[in-house]
């Protein structure tokens, strides 16, 4: 199946504003979280949907010189700017979303919830129902339908906002597993929300390698 994988970016932030483009060693955590997306053995494409306020020319600026497919739409309606921007791609069936907060996933992940939603055969398949897997780690994979169908029925400003809360908030509608490690380490954080964060996540990338494992940073910390 063909795999387009969708990261959400943008400047705004409450807690750390512009933290996607925060540099570590003179590189934008962003690039840092491209190229560990880029070492997936299955997704076939990478977008980043951005919104069209002028506060994220520079996220359309960045993907430019990256040589990354940008697609811009409504700041609010985050549902929406993600279906218009599938809408571009239409040969593609699969739909992984990653957020751009999270510089350290681990492309082995991606590969093997991909892998795990192609042989469930459901609609929806993460690792955040039940998070085992440090924070930071997050991968969502669901099939162009139900994001089609998210869009066309959700209603609620909270499912506007959150690509695949209707989703998950309608069990009866869609076919929806959790991915989980055997082992629990939930309690870990490797995302970047907070100015605490972007230290611990500066301090992994600059003692580790680039194509460090989630579990070689747990064990670092």
């Given at each position: 199946?063909?795999?387009?994988?969708?990261?959400?970016?943008?400047?705004?932030?409450?807690?750390?504003?512009?933290?996607?483009?925060?540099?570590?060693?003179?590189?934008?955590?962003?690039?840092?979280?491209?190229?560990?997306?880029?070492?997936?053995?299955?997704?076939?494409?990478?977008?980043?949907?951005?919104?069209?306020?002028?506060?994220?020319?520079?996220?359309?600026?960045?993907?430019?010189?990256?040589?990354?497919?940008?697609?811009?739409?409504?700041?609010?309606?985050?549902?929406?700017?993600?279906?218009?921007?599938?809408?571009?791609?239409?040969?593609?069936?699969?739909?992984?979303?990653?957020?751009g907060d999270c510089p350290l996933i681990d492309p082995r992940i991606i590969d093997d919830v991909i892998a795990f939603f192609e042989r469930s055969h459901v609609d929806y398949v993460s690792n955040v129902a039940k998070e085992t897997f440090p924070d930071?780690?997050?991968?969502?994979?669901?099939?162009?339908?139900?994001?089609?169908?998210?869009?066309?029925?959700?209603?609620?400003?909270?499912?506007?906002?959150?690509?695949?809360?209707?989703?998950?908030?309608?069990?009866?509608?869609?076919?929806?597993?959790?991915?989980?490690?055997?082992?629990?380490?939930?309690?870990?954080?490797?995302?970047?929300?907070?100015?605490?964060?972007?230290?611990?996540?500066?301090?992994?990338?600059?003692?580790?390698?680039?194509?460090?494992?989630?579990?070689?940073?747990?064990?670092?910390?």
């Open positions: 199946m063909n795999v387009l994988c969708i990261i959400q970016a943008r400047m705004k932030s409450t807690r750390l504003l512009g933290k996607i483009l925060l540099p570590v060693n003179g590189k934008p955590l962003l690039q840092y979280e491209l190229e560990r997306v880029a070492q997936s053995m299955r997704i076939g494409k990478i977008v980043i949907p951005t919104s069209d306020t002028p506060a994220d020319d520079v996220v359309a600026a960045f993907a430019k010189k990256n040589g990354v497919a940008c697609f811009r739409g409504s700041e609010h309606d985050v549902l929406d700017r993600y279906y218009q921007c599938a809408q571009m791609y239409p040969d593609y069936d699969v739909i992984v979303r990653i957020t930071g780690m997050d991968v969502e994979v669901f099939a162009r339908a139900a994001l089609e169908a998210s869009r066309r029925e959700s209603t609620l400003p909270s499912e506007r906002e959150h690509v695949t809360l209707y989703i998950r908030n309608h069990p009866e509608l869609f076919r929806a597993v959790n991915f989980e490690s055997p082992e629990n380490f939930g309690h870990v954080r490797l995302t970047v929300d907070e100015p605490v964060d972007f230290e611990v996540v500066r301090f992994l990338i600059t003692h580790t390698s680039s194509t460090a494992s989630w579990r070689e940073y747990v064990a670092l910390l």
